[in-house]
């Protein structure tokens, strides 16, 4: 994408966000949202988060690569197993990053 | 000290604490940009232009492997949709203020800045003596937040330009969406969502401009609703 098509992106995003957060406040009379909203809501980042990383550990080049010696979904794992017991990101990063450096050392 | 300051100061006061947690996501977003050929430039403008910590780093991913705008803003377009219950839930206490303030307050309305203005709001009732000042309280937290997201995204983007590629530092952004959903997978219908959206991203993952990663969002939220649905019929 070109920087003139990434600014424009941006700043529609950033449009669409501000709309969002003055909705309520300024924009329409009405006070309260439909219940589908909210049951909504608490799914779309869990759905987002996984979709992106799984497209990132299995994904190359538009095609599904599952391989026994690749590091990036191996150090997921670590990462994945340290997340689930100590609940903290910097641990978790930490954590990923030396499993991926391990592991791309070994195979 | 003039009452609206030191209002002010109380929410910049209350807000401080959940800095800490702020600023490696700003660094991170920071480096991912870099590492995804962002300008620098054009990556600290977005932190004020979007200013929403989970959108950029989604951006950041996406932008990193190869996705279309297209995707990309939908994708953003549904992750900040949450902002509006935000707006919904603090609309009550700020409809009464003039219109400059709305604006401004809404552009500060990010989910660690509604997270402390609302209990303000509701834990401090308006004084009956004086004038109900606490829209100084909700300025204080929004701009510490807006100040130390711009602040830990040039950061990142310094600390980003002098690793050099082969480190793979940019694998941090996966391995944080990873961090993310083990809390979000606490709730079982996170579970689900999370589940079917990434087998959902394998299966298709041959559509162009990475539009299949739209799609299984989009199935992982109807499976989400669909669970918690059930759920609640079982009840």
Known sequence: ?107 | MHPKLAEFLAGCRDEAPLQLGVVPFGMLYGIGAIQAGMPAWLAQLASAVVFAGAAQLVIVQMLAVGAGALPIGLTSGLLNLRHMLYSMSIAEHVRHLPRRWRLLLAYLLTDEAYAVAILRYQVTPPPDDRPDLRHWYFLGCGFTLWLTWQLSTAAGLLFGASVPAGWDIDFAVPLTFIALLAMLMKERAGQAAALVAALAALAFAALPYKLGLVVAIVLGLVAGVWASRRREVAR
């Open chain 1, 1 to 107: 994408m070109s920087t003139a098509a990434l600014l424009a992106l941006l700043v529609v995003i950033g449009l669409v966000t501000f709309v969002y957060r003055y909705a309520m406040i300024g924009l329409f009379a009405k006070r309260s949202l439909p219940g589908w909203l909210h049951a909504l809501c608490r799914h779309i980042a869990p759905a987002s988060f996984a979709a992106l990383t799984a497209g990132e550990l299995f994904i190359h080049g538009g095609e599904v690569v599952l391989a026994l010696a690749a590091p990036k979904p191996w150090a997921a794992l670590v990462a994945a197993l340290v997340a689930w017991r100590t609940g903290n990101v910097l641990a978790t990063i930490g954590a990923g990053m030396a499993a991926l450096y391990v592991f791309k050392w070994l195979f």
